[in-house]
């Protein structure tokens, strides 16, 4: 594998080569120019640092699907923080000043709730939804198991709806 793998030649031909295809490639989808410009150093800083593990032949071809699939994941991130904002809009225009205050305290206090919480899971949390890391990306990093993750995750949540008093249908889902 090692004499397949991406040379430090290889890599800046690729940068020199690639950058500016990808650049506009990550444009078409987010239609941010500093989005595309991260999006893109983000890709090439993965590359560097996997080097030993990407073949050199296939390099490509992992750039422009990496590049794509960043370029989703911002996409989605951004179309998750536009619908709560149109919530929170639609909340007001319902509730006028009185539900936006409501709004306001339920952070406040879900806040307050989260950081009582143990320090290993409030970290897992915050990793996973506050900055949407994977449950393998936050296993790694605290050397613990997938599972171990998920267990946090739903001591976490169940914490919050037993607080809040939600109840879900039989579906799973939340009722009015």
């Not at 490639?25 to 987010?30: I, L, P, S, V």
């Not at 990407?54 to 991130?77: C, M, T």
Request: with cysteine.
């Amino acid at each position: 594998m090692e004499g397949n793998s991406i040379t430090k030649q290889n890599f800046e031909h690729l940068f020199r080569e690639y950058y500016s295809r990808l650049y506009y490639f990550a444009y078409d989808f987010t239609e941010d120019m500093e989005v595309s410009k991260d999006i893109v150093s983000e890709v090439f800083t993965s590359i560097w640092n996997n080097k030993e593990n990407i073949e050199n032949d296939k390099v490509v071809g992992y750039l422009f699907v990496s590049v794509r699939n960043q370029a989703l994941n911002y996409i989605k991130r951004q179309k998750q923080a536009g619908d709560y904002a149109d919530f929170c809009g639609r909340v007001a225009d319902e509730e006028g000043d009185e539900g936006l205050e409501l709004i306001d305290e339920r952070i406040a206090e879900m806040s307050s709730l989260i950081d009582k919480m143990p320090l290993r899971t409030k970290y897992i949390l915050e990793e996973c939804y506050f900055h949407h890391k994977k449950y393998k990306e936050v296993a790694d990093v605290l050397e613990i198991s997938t599972d171990g993750v998920k267990k946090h995750i739903v001591k976490a949540l169940s914490m919050l709806r037993d607080h809040f008093n939600v109840k879900k249908d039989k579906s799973g889902v939340p009722e009015s």
